[in-house]
């Protein structure tokens, strides 16, 4: 071979081979493969005792009706309001109906109704256990009540008739506030302290498909059973915490 001809052998060669090195070193350019992001949506809190565990005060069929009919469907309209809204999407429910100026208008009203169906629900539900015949606050709580309304006699007076008289479906409140002052206060529908700046304490629920079963009209009557359930170590720890 030729001495022009090797050099252009080896030429080529050298071209073919760093040709190839460049191109195993390159970086891949393909598009990243997009992960998708499933919606963090609400489920059903799942409840700490049996359904009939509240019986003779409360009975089975109202608190299986209530959890997985009533609270149920508030789970699910405000995780249908919100599914456009990955903004939304995720937070603590008592975040999410803090804050409603946040919430865009379109679904305002229906975050607010049902996002407070379902944060009203899951605290009414874990403030309760079965039942016991001597059931009083305890600890910093019950200091707290004797200090401010006179004594537990005087607070559950006050307490039960607040709600009571609550006008249309509600809830009964013993809310503290940011100065750390307890208040016995109602709301209508599914409003909570938590969208004033107050933080729930104690809560009762005073729509009818909470007793209508075992009281029909007699709201009063309801709530005075509902004082034997009340888990005070739960609301001290609300108080407290």
């Known amino acids: 071979m030729r001495r022009r001809d090797f050099m252009m052998t080896i030429a080529g060669g050298l071209a073919v081979s760093e040709l190839a090195g460049l191109c195993s070193a390159a970086p891949d350019q393909s598009p990243p493969t997009a992960q998708h992001k499933e919606p963090q949506m609400y489920t059903l809190t799942k409840l700490p005792y049996a359904f009939d565990a509240l019986e003779p005060y409360i009975d089975a069929r109202t608190v299986e009706i209530h959890h997985t009919k009533h609270q149920q469907t508030y789970v699910d ?3 249908a309001a919100i599914k ?4 939304l999407q995720g937070l603590p429910i008592n975040d999410l109906i803090a804050d409603l100026d946040r919430v865009p208008e379109a679904i305002r ?8 169906g379902v944060a009203n629900h899951e605290l009414y539900f874990a403030m309760m256990r079965p039942g ?7 600890g910093k709580l019950a200091a707290a009540i004797d200090s401010q309304f006179g004594g537990f006699d005087q607070f559950q007076q006050k307490f039960s008739a607040a709600a009571v008289a609550q006008f249309g479906s509600g809830w009964g409140w013993l809310s503290l506030d940011k100065q750390g002052k307890l208040a016995i206060e109602t ?11 107050r933080k729930p304490v104690l809560v009762v629920d005073v729509w009818e498909h909470a007793y209508y079963l075992k009281h029909q009209w007699r709201r009063a009557d309801s709530i005075a059973d509902w004082w034997h359930l009340i888990n005070w170590d739960f609301a001290e720890r609300n108080f407290a915490g």
Do not use: A, C, L, S
């Open 187 to 197: 709301t209508p529908g599914h409003d909570t302290p938590v969208m004033f700046g």
């Open 84 to 87: 456009d809204y990955p903004q």
């Open 132 to 138: 016991k015949q001597e059931n009083r606050p305890i």
């Open 77 to 79: 309209k405000v995780n």
């Open 109 to 116: 009203t229906t975050v607010r109704n049902n996002g407070g």
